[in-house]
């Protein structure tokens, strides 16, 4: 009998002790009864992160193997080739510039021991004819998911006076430039 006198007073002194205390959803203290109000509020600590990726610019830009002028005798002889960009993916404020130049000024020879050369052009609809001798801009594109083209037109300036295979190697630049920094030939001419 004793121990269950004993073990029933332990169980009600814990219900005591417990039993007073409030606290609700509201709250942000407990406080015990006959003692100290504590809060039950957490207390932030604050901690910053950067999240972040980076895009690096992205492009394709095909341009023709090979441009095979056509014509007949005593005509100026002409062809053009398609330069091509697709997947242009670029920085603000930038546009992918294509220009052009040869190292013999857009002359063709029949080989490297005849004096006889040939003068040729090439020219775009937005450009014009590129300068002969610094060469020059045929194409600028900007961002786009569609593939953009530009035709690049050759033709010889004068008729051929002789027969034979004329070939001269077109060196083509591609880089980025600024927007505000780029012009046309025309303005350029200014």
Known sequence: MKKLISGMSALLTATMLIA????FADDTTITPTGGTPFSVA???DTANTTVKFDVNPAYTV???ATVTLEGKYGEI?????EIKAEGVFLNE???LVVTLASASKFNMAVDSETEYRLPYTASTVDFGKVDKEKGGTVAKFGTSKTAQTVTVAFETDETPQYAGAYTDTVVF???LQDIEKSQT???KLR
């Open 185 to 187: 030939s025309e303005e």
């Open 173 to 175: 630049t591609i880089g």
């Open 20 to 23: 007073p205390m409030s606290a």
């Open 62 to 64: 095909t341009i023709p």
């Open 93 to 95: 404020g930038k546009e």
């Open 42 to 44: 957490p207390k932030p």
């Open 77 to 81: 002889y002409k062809n053009s080739g």
